[in-house]
């Protein structure tokens, strides 16, 4: 096996970059397989929760954006906050961050770490005992962080049918000044919307819906929102189906990261930090030669997003349930506060 790649990493995206960053720190030898050129963008509510803003922050990757300090749900007659705390009682920060600025600062992080970007797509996945050949390389392990629609996930059939009403996201910026420091969440009974800011002058706009049809048709269902947003920046992006359900974590010598390892909704907020999360899991199954290990590891760490997100997905889903999630939030402030540190960490 000498000269064999320990690690090789299947996605440039935000996910297979942390991966090959938290490789590298353990001394293992990683190079990643990305064809697109970048900065890679995508739709994205462009919010890191202060859990995925430490772990940037240890791996001495600086990204430009602004701080918020919690979260606002609000339908059409009223609104709660619940501002962010550490485990000891003291205030952190999120970070509003352009999907394009996170990742070229992810890539030279990369690239200062001495790791490889080959500009090639993984085809045929092949492994035997000892390793596993992708797109003419050979590696002992191979990380597929290709993605919600993950060519990988589904050629070693991994992937599982979802169930339930398929949600779609697009997002959109505008060029305004942010009018508060926290991310808000306006509700109506079909949608949600995510107002980020990400610049002195600019926030991002992102709908999450099971309709179909342009993404202003979507945004006129928020008139108190549309009235403070003027000149779009930019094009309407999107992504979906979000739901996206996965046998297992590993094959053999393959492991799935990001949200090619299964994804329950946007609705939290904390997808990168969870695949983050799940990176450290992955590096250390690799280091330790247990792969098995993984599966477990990857539940646990993602257990808390997907047990608080899909129960309020679940509450989504259900048009009388529905109605009642910010007027909860709004009569037991405290709670909604718990719940929102939980998806933080």
């Known amino acids: 096996m000498t000269g064999v790649i320990d690690l090789l990493v299947a996605g440039g995206g935000p996910a297979g970059l942390v991966t090959a960053l938290l490789a590298a720190r353990r001394g293992l030898t990683v190079t990643v397989l990305e064809p697109r050129a970048t900065p890679i963008d995508k739709a994205c509510g462009e919010g890191l929760m202060p859990g995925a803003v430490e772990l940037l922050s240890e791996l001495g990757v600086q990204v430009p954006g602004l701080p918020f300090r919690g979260i606002h749900y609000a339908d059409a007659t009223r609104g709660v906050d619940a501002l962010f705390r550490s485990g000891s009682g003291r ?11 996170l990742h070229a600062n992810l890539v030279d992080a990369v690239t200062r770490a001495g790791v490889e970007i080959v500009p090639r797509a993984a085809d045929t996945v092949a492994q035997d005992a000892d390793g596993v050949r992708v797109a003419g390389m050979r590696a002992r392990y191979l990380a597929a962080a290709d993605g919600l629609h993950s060519p990988i996930r589904r050629q070693l059939g991994l992937q599982r049918p979802s169930r339930g009403p398929a949600r779609h996201g697009l997002r959109q ?8 420091d926290l991310v808000e969440v306006h509700w109506t009974s079909g949608a949600e919307a995510y107002v980020t800011p990400v610049a002195p002058d600019l926030v991002g706009v992102a709908l999450l819906t099971t309709a179909r049809g342009p993404y202003n048709d979507h945004l006129d269902a928020f008139p108190a929102l549309t009235a403070r947003l003027e000149h779009p920046v930019g094009a309407v992006r999107g992504a979906g189906p979000l739901r996206q359900r996965v046998a297992s974590r590993v094959a053999g010598r393959v492991l799935l990261v990001g949200d090619a390892a299964g994804y329950v909704d946007a609705l939290t907020g904390e997808g990168l930090a969870v695949a983050w999360a799940s990176a450290a899991e992955l590096v250390a199954c690799v280091a330790a030669d247990r792969p098995a ?6 539940r646990r760490a993602s257990r808390r997003y997907r047990v608080l997100t899909g129960g309020l997905l679940w509450a989504r889903n259900r048009p009388l349930l529905s109605r009642t999630i910010v007027p909860a939030a709004a009569r037991l402030p405290r709670t909604f506060a718990t719940v929102v540190n939980q998806l933080a960490r």
Request: hydrophobic content about 35%.
């Open 293 to 298: 290990a993984y599966e477990r590891r990857w």
């Open 173 to 180: 910026h505008y060029r305004v000044a942010p009018w508060t």
């Open 91 to 101: 205030s952190v920060r999120g970070l509003g961050v352009r999907r394009t600025a």
